[in-house]
């Protein structure tokens, strides 16, 4: 078990809490989570979004005014935060690793084990990232992402200038086919359903389609 300190909470958007914990000697691989603990010993898995050797954790949360996020909304620099230590399947690059070819598929907070990867990996170059958000504001890293690939972000309940309005799964046809190509998918559980079927459809075998939920709805 880890205990560090707060270093920063932000709200970036309404309902969406940026965490910085301090680091300390916190090892982990691209794709884990911790699990947050709140005082009551109640916690849930939430995923890294820093790279690997930066001094801080970063942790992109959807504030549901449950049990451990609306504890998390009112945390405040220099709080002491009880977490496990780094654990997880999902792999961004196989095992980090910068050459293979990638394609991202995000809902809200799901970026975050992508952004943890090309923060890791200055090299890789993913094929494609398709980013799907409630509203323009809830998108984070945006012009970083859009430095590494190409980078569609996709608005559901507004429309703006040079976003696409709709779900993820309305732009499947943009992600690139491929015998070489992993396909990532992480955030909203229907979403990962859908982009998997459409993607076996395709004849991506299930072994290139890794897979990692965040919240059933
Ligand atoms: C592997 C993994 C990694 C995760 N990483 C992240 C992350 O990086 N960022 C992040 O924001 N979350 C992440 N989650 C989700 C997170 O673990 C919690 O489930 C979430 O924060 C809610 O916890 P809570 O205690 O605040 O809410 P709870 O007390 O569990 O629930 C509060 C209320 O919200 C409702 N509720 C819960 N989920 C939903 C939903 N999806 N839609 C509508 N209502 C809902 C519940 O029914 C309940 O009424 C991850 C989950 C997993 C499994």
Known sequence: MHHQRVFQVKSPAPGLIELLIERGDVVFTPGDCVALFNPAGVSRPYSISSGQDEPYLRFLIRDMQGEVTEWIANLSEGDIVKFSRPFGWFRPGLN??????????????????????????????????????????????????????????????????????GRVTDRLDRLPIADDVHYYLCGLDAMIDDVSTWLESKGVHFSRIHREVFFNA
């Not at 980013?131 to 608005?155: I, K």
């Open 96 to 165: 980090g690793d910068a050459q293979v070819r990638s394609v991202f598929v995000a809902t809200g907070t799901g970026i975050s084990p992508f952004i943890s990867y090309l923060r890791t990996q200055p090299e890789a170059r993913p094929e494609m990232c398709l980013y799907g958000v409630r509203t323009a504001a809830d998108a984070v890293d945006v012009a970083f992402l859009e430095s590494r690939c190409p980078t569609t972000l996709c608005v559901t309940r507004e429309s703006v200038n040079g976003y696409v309005r």
